[in-house]
């Protein structure tokens, strides 16, 4: 009983001593912040002025997700990566967009096809122009990358431009100029074997072509740059 009463006396002593410490460590200053990312569209003011009235003086008072929320207001912030690191540091990581294509002149689309908006497309410039119908981005993007890999493959050059318009046709702008008008069914069925022929049926005169109709069942047409003065060939695949 003795033992008991000793071992209670020491945990009430250790009590009285340890709860006038708990407010000291919660009002533990937090010294410093640092801020990484790869900085390319993301600008580090920009990002520091939006996280900064979520930036408390104390380190236990840090709220991690006030800080993501705040900064995945910058159009360009894919993720954030906010830790507390003792004593008295906040280590905050970004992790930017990737844009791979301009959407409708109005927004971008990253690898997966989700699109943002940022303020500027100017940096963006270079990339392909894709666009179609409200919420059609996805789609888009995938036939995107189906005609490129083929015009790259049999033509040495990439797509600039993919359209999808209301009656279910396509229309795309070669890097080199030249137009391709596609069918709605020309991607499942006629695509490949159009592609094969490429190589043989225009050849050399490659750099004189101003546009590849693909509409047809059993064939293209080719429509040459108006300085040729050729009225055009037809091709079967």
């Known amino acids: ?10 945990v009430l002593l250790l ?10 460590l919660w009002r533990q200053p937090l010294q410093s912040v640092r801020v990484t990312g790869p900085f390319v569209h993301v600008s580090k003011q920009a990002l520091e002025d939006a996280i900064a009235p979520y930036i408390p003086h104390a380190f236990f008072m840090v709220d991690v997700f006030a ?4 900064a995945r207001t ?26 791979v294509a301009r959407w409708r002149d109005r927004e971008l689309l990253e690898q997966d096809g989700n699109s943002f908006a940022p303020e500027s497309l100017e940096p963006s410039a270079s990339l ?30 990439r797509v600039a431009s993919l359209e999808l318009n209301g009656s279910g046709s ?28 490429f190589p043989s049926a225009l050849g050399a005169r490659l750099e004189e072509v101003g546009e590849i109709d693909l509409r047809y069942g059993n064939g293209f047409a080719v429509r040459w740059r108006k300085e040729v003065g050729d009225p055009g060939v037809e091709a079967e695949a």
């Open 170 to 197: 396509w229309v795309a702008g070669l890097a080199n100029g030249i137009v391709v008008q596609l069918g709605p069914d020309t991607f499942d069925e006629f695509l490949p074997r159009y592609a094969r022929a």
């Open 74 to 99: 910058i159009p360009w912030v894919a993720d954030v990566s906010v830790r507390r690191v003792w004593p008295d540091r906040l280590d905050i990581e970004i992790r930017e967009r990737v844009a």
């Open 1 to 10: 009983m003795k033992r008991a009463v000793t071992a209670f006396v020491g």
């Open 128 to 157: 392909p122009v894709l666009a179609g119908p409200e919420g059609g981005h996805y789609r888009v993007l995938e036939r995107y990358r189906e005609l490129d890999r083929i015009t790259q493959r049999y033509l040495r050059v």
């Open 15 to 24: 009590a009285v001593v340890t709860v006038p410490v708990l407010p000291e």
């Open 67 to 70: 800080i993501r929320r705040a």
